[in-house]
Structure formats: C-alpha cells, structure tokens
C-alpha cells in the first residue's frame, strides 16, 4: 500500500487557519488514485496518508471551502513519501455578509486621506458631502475599492533628493468620482510630471490608455503603470484646454489573483472586484489596506 503522505496547512491572507470546514481532492496524474476528503476540520496542519511517491507521485491538489475561492496546484510527493504545502485561500466576495471598516479618525486612514476627502465636495452621486460625511456616506464596494486605492498610492513614493520621498497619494487634489474598481480625481500637475521622470527608476512603466476615456472637455495625456508584479497601480492622466490635470487611477489585476492563488474557473464576473483586490494586496504585497471581509465563520465565531 502506498506510504506518501501530504501535511497540509489551510491559511486565509492573514496566514490565520481557516475557520470552516474544507473539502479536499487529489488526482494522481499517471496512476488511478483520487482520493477525496469532505468536510475537514483545517484548523490546524492535516496529514493525508496512503499516497503514491516519485516517480508516480504527482498530484492535482484541489481546496474547496464555502466562503473562499476554490484553489488548486500540482504537488509532488518525494522519495521519502513526506511533503509539506500551505495553501492560501481568498474569500469569495460573494460570501462576504459585511465588511468591518476603519473608523474615519483611525490611524488606517491617513491625514493625506482625510485631507483629500476633505477637499472633495462635488463627488458624482454624493455632491455636498466631504470629510467624513463623504467617508461614511459610501457604500462598502466604494469604500473599500477607496481604501485599497489610498494604501496603494500611499505606499508607490517617487525617489525625492530633497526629504522624504512624496506620495502619489500627495499629489491628489480632489476626488470628482468614485467607484469599486478605480477613481477619478483633479490632480497636481506635479503628479504627471514625477510619473513620467519615475520611468527611468522603473517605478512607472507606460501602458496603453485604450481602455480610458477622458471625461468631457479632457484630453489622454498618457497612461502608467507601476511594475508590481501582482497588483499594479495604473494612472491615466488627461488634461483640458485650461491645463487642469486630472487622473483615472485604478489598481490593475491583470490575471493576478489567478495567478497568485491558483484560483479554480474564473475569479472574475466583470468588472475587479474590489475585494479580490484587497486579498492581492495583502498576499502579495504585504499592504493591508485597513478593512476586514467578514464571512460565515467569522460572524458565527464572533456570536
């Protein structure tokens, strides 16, 4: 009988253990062996015995967990019959029942960010609000594509020989609009300029600007995106016959979270998400940007 065993640890973004049980496949790819296991208790390291070894000790591991995406990878189990992996799962954004968000004079948002939202009093859709008005008038899709976006802009600094080095975030002058994926905003006419010089310390790479139609009354001025591997962001400035700058900023996925997490089937249905986003930045950026996705496990825990 075969001897190979798999040790396996289930963590969420976190690297906390996942709180709800999991079901887990594996198909060996030369031989007939497919053993499935339901319902597991994932909260500390499994071990999956009686597993074939090198040289037919290849196999297609699935996880599949009610609130999470449902991942999968190749694995190989060893000569000496024994193989450690941990797997991150991302929540499924259709699992998410709230959202706990950092409270407007937290630390998570910035004094750039409460500046901005200070000086935004004609967001489309929410025109007289600024501040924390602004701030706890957003839905949780707005909110959270917003401070995804702020962690991101704070955090990509053009190289200053002068002090400390400024945020693209800095730069921002006002919000004009906000959705999930991306907003838009009046900038310093700096903003542009770093960005372009930021090109040749390969902070800033130029994309197209096909896919970004400049409001009424704007001209393209060009597109940028960081190199981030996972995660990017993308600045799409245009410009009008008075040399207002403004920007259309998003974070762009690129096939990441596939890639990231090895997701099964398609992670996306449309537009990013911006909770698909907030799990890139934490597993692949080490950026959390200050909100908790909360899923079944979480709520019943917490009763």
């Known amino acids: 009988m075969p001897d190979g065993k798999l040790e396996l640890q289930i963590l969420d973004v976190y690297g906390d253990p996942i709180l709800e049980q999991v079901d887990v496949s594996l198909k060996n790819q030369t031989l007939s062996d497919a053993p499935v296991l339901r319902s597991l208790d994932v909260s500390q390291t499994i071990t999956v015995n ?17 609130s999470y995406h449902p991942v999968s990878r190749f694995i190989d189990i060893p000569p000496n019959g024994r193989r450690a992996v941990t797997i991150t799962l991302p929540v499924n954004p259709r699992k998410v029942i709230r959202v706990a968000f950092p409270e407007y004079n937290s630390s998570v948002i ?13 967001v489309l859709a929410f025109e007289g609000k600024s501040g924390q008005a602004l701030y706890e008038s957003l839905d949780d899709i707005r909110r959270a594509g917003f401070l995804n976006l702020i962690a991101k802009a704070n955090r990509t600094r053009f190289v200053s020989k002068q002090g400390a080095p400024a945020s693209v975030l800095s730069y921002i002058e006002e919000l004009t609009e906000l959705r999930g ?3 838009f905003a009046t900038v310093r006419p700096e ?5 372009v010089n930021s090109v040749y310390g390969e902070l800033f790479h130029e994309v197209s600007e096909a896919l970004h139609t400049p409001n009424p009354g704007f001209t393209s001025a060009r597109s940028f995106k960081t190199l981030d591997q996972y995660g990017n962001l993308q600045l799409s400035f245009s410009v009008n016959s008075d040399g207002l700058y403004a920007v259309d900023m998003d974070i762009d996925d690129a096939q990441g979270f596939d890639h990231v997490f090895q997701v099964v089937g398609n992670a996306f249905g449309g537009s990013t998400n911006p909770y698909n986003i907030h799990e890139i930045l934490i597993a692949a950026q080490e950026l959390d940007p200050g909100y908790r996705l909360i899923v079944r496990e979480a709520a019943a825990g917490a009763g």
């Open 110 to 122: 910035t004094d750039d960010a409460r500046s901005l939202l200070q000086r935004s009093q004609k």
């Open 50 to 66: 009686g597993l074939n070894v090198f040289p037919n000790g290849r196999y297609r591991l699935e996880i599949d967990a009610l």
């Open 191 to 195: 903003l542009r300029t770093e960005t």
């Open 181 to 183: 994926d991306r907003f």
